[in-house]
């Protein structure tokens, strides 16, 4: 198994050193053997040559069976958005080369973390949902894509083909027959002509899946639904803009937004990458969670390599910690509280 | 004061039946004259007329001093969302024609019902925010947009003009001044060209409102703060399709969201409508719950006639319906409930 290390920016090297001992374990128990090879990506690239996604870390990637992903982003890009190189370019352009098209963002929750939530317990509890976003077309790549001569326009374009449109759907109709049959196709197709073909391809493909009950529900009502009662959905499907913005709304119901892992399968490689950000301000104190890149290990077991033993090795092992309290001080709620590394080292 | 009425689809007549007898009710104790003119929406129109906003209906809003609008929607739409005529068509040829280019949707709590809320008290008591959403550009009128010939591709286009996106914003700075002085402008500046262009525009208004604090923050971020902490915000600005999203999202957090009230400010005309949709379920029954439709008269006062007393006047009343109980079913929980007709009685 060949890994691609991508630690990228802020806390994102801490945690990844914690998931790759973690790897190391399960692959020192399952008798695997593992070779890693680390690149540069994000704002620390930015600052070693001048790009956020270098070829040589493309290369990297590429021959990898799957890439391990810390955060990137850095303060000093924060208020500029105009700037020539950010680290965001990078992620857009590493997607969109390795072909990532489903970005997998579960959100369940930990019955010991459940009252972290905004939501009320009886809301969230047993909630158990996943999204696939689509993650390289839509407006995120669209063309035309600027300004007018004189400035005083800007315009962009939400392009999608019934090809990357049905390779998604595709992926949603086979989790929901592993999972509890439901699919949700997220549009707004009472408004938007992308959003049209998004429909019409599902209800195309649908009848080669009927045992999946398919609902169609138009975005706006889907935000408000996440929050009402998210435990309705199962396998929910849509494109790159709505995904961004859903999955970000349903990673804080569970309260447990610090700890989502995500999977993001292409067509040169799969992903791997905890949700929450780069973190500056804590980056280097060793008082990160690590416990989201872990889960990304997991999930990394489970969808680069199917190795579903290994895979629930590390989330038992993950719920363990939760359960003993071996937790980094986010979670620690004035008991004793573990350091980064100490959580790696402990669950490793 | 001219008034135009148009009550719609489902339970939209009901409860703009009742906004009316709340508005002689003021008008009489306050000494005003005020005339109605009704006219068709919707599937009610189209079902007359063959067109969901005809232009008989255009006539009587434009000669409005301001629109009561009930609401507009029928199930038999719901699963062709590519349908020839649809009521939702309607809906954006009206904000079109009338220039509706800014939507007031307000969030707020009422003490008696934060028991309602999906989140915890503590997180939402005391919540007022309000979003002016942009109405009339964006990707839901820009062009071009459709499918290529041969039907393999669709594709959405998201214009913004400085000067739309001026107009809007400017809004937001005199909103804010008269609330706590907080703007927050919602975009994608690290992704999107227009929203590249919003941020500049707003970011160059700054200094005329130096009184005024401005924050940037992105829509995926926004979506997420909104359920985490929504007394955060004040005054918020977004662009239409981010509007459509997070106004919805926003409107359950207070667990009032069949209450909630909105203003469209236009160029020819202001419209005043209750969020809540169509609700065919209850057409006809004389349960629905017509606050919202009343609150939206207390809304028109203000913005459409700067009568703060009569506003007052009617947002005071349905404070002491809520006090005392007079409520319909939704709001009454194994106490006595009344009808919509009798709660409008009662508030007139
Ligand atoms: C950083 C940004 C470009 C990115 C996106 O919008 O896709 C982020 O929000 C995400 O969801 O990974
Ligand atoms: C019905 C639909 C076209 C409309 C919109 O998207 O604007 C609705 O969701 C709204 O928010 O008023």
Redo the contacts with the bound molecule.
Sequence with gaps: MNIALLPGDGIGPEVIAQAVKVVNAVAKKFGHTITFKEAITGAAAIDAVGNPYPDSTHEVCVASDAVLFGA??HPKFDNDPSAKVR??QG??EM?KKLGLFS?VRPTFTFPSLLHKSPLKKERIEGTDLVFLRE?TGGI?FGEPRGRNEQGTKAFDTCVYSVEEIERLARMGFEFAMKRRKLLTCVDKANVLATSRLWRETVQRLAPEYPEVTVEYEFVDAVAMRLVQWPKAYDVLITE??F??IL??EASVISGSMGLMPSASIGLKTKLFEP?HGSYPQAAGKDIANPLAAVLSASMMFEYAFDLMDEAKAISDVVNLSLEKGVVTEDLSEGEKSYKTSEVGDWLA
Excluded: V
């Design positions: 990137i982003g680290p965001e992620l857009l997607r970005n993650l995120y790159n803009l995904g961004d999955t970000d949700i």
